[in-house]
C-alpha cells in the first residue's frame, strides 16, 4: 500500500533555498516512479520534476537548473531540493507516485511553498 507523507514547505525569501521530503510508508519504493507537481492559486496542476525507478530524472524548463530531485530508496524518500526560489514558484507542492505493474498513481497531501519578502 502506498501512503505519501510529504513535509519540509515553508516561507522562503526570493532566492532562497527549501528542500521537500515525501516518504512512502510501502515496502516497494525503489520500483515506484516518483515526481512532484506543483499547484498555484487559479492555475492547473502542472509537473516539477520526475524521478524514474531507475533514476532518470526530468524537469519542467521553468525549474531546470535551480531544482533537483532525488530519492534514497533505504529511507523510502523523494527529495526536491528548490534555489534560486522565485515568487511564481509560490504553489501547492505534490508528491505524486506511478506504480507501473498496476498502472496506478497515488498523490501525498501537498505541502506549501510560499516565496515572498
Known amino acids: 500500500q502506498v501512503q505519501l507523507v510529504e513535509s519540509g514547505g515553508g516561507l522562503v525569501q526570493p532566492g532562497g533555498s527549501l528542500r521537500l521530503s515525501c516518504r512512502d510508508s510501502?515496502?516497494?519504493?525503489?520500483?515506484?516512479?516518483m515526481g512532484w507537481y506543483r499547484q498555484a492559486p487559479g492555475k492547473q496542476r502542472e509537473l516539477v520534476a520526475t524521478?524514474?525507478?531507475?533514476?532518470?530524472?526530468n524537469y519542467a524548463d521553468s525549474v531546470k537548473g535551480r531544482f533537483t530531485i532525488s530519492r534514497d530508496n533505504a529511507k523510502n524518500t523523494v527529495y526536491l531540493q528548490m534555489n534560486s526560489l522565485k515568487p511564481e514558484d509560490t504553489a501547492v507542492y505534490y508528491c505524486?507516485?506511478?506504480?507501473?505493474?498496476?498502472?496506478?498513481?497515488?498523490w501525498g497531501q501537498g505541502t506549501q511553498v510560499t516565496v515572498s519578502s
Open positions: 505524486y507516485c506511478f506504480v507501473a505493474n498496476v498502472r496506478r498513481d497515488y
Open positions: 524521478c524514474t525507478s531507475d533514476g532518470t530524472t
Open positions: 510501502g515496502s516497494a519504493f525503489s520500483l515506484y516512479h
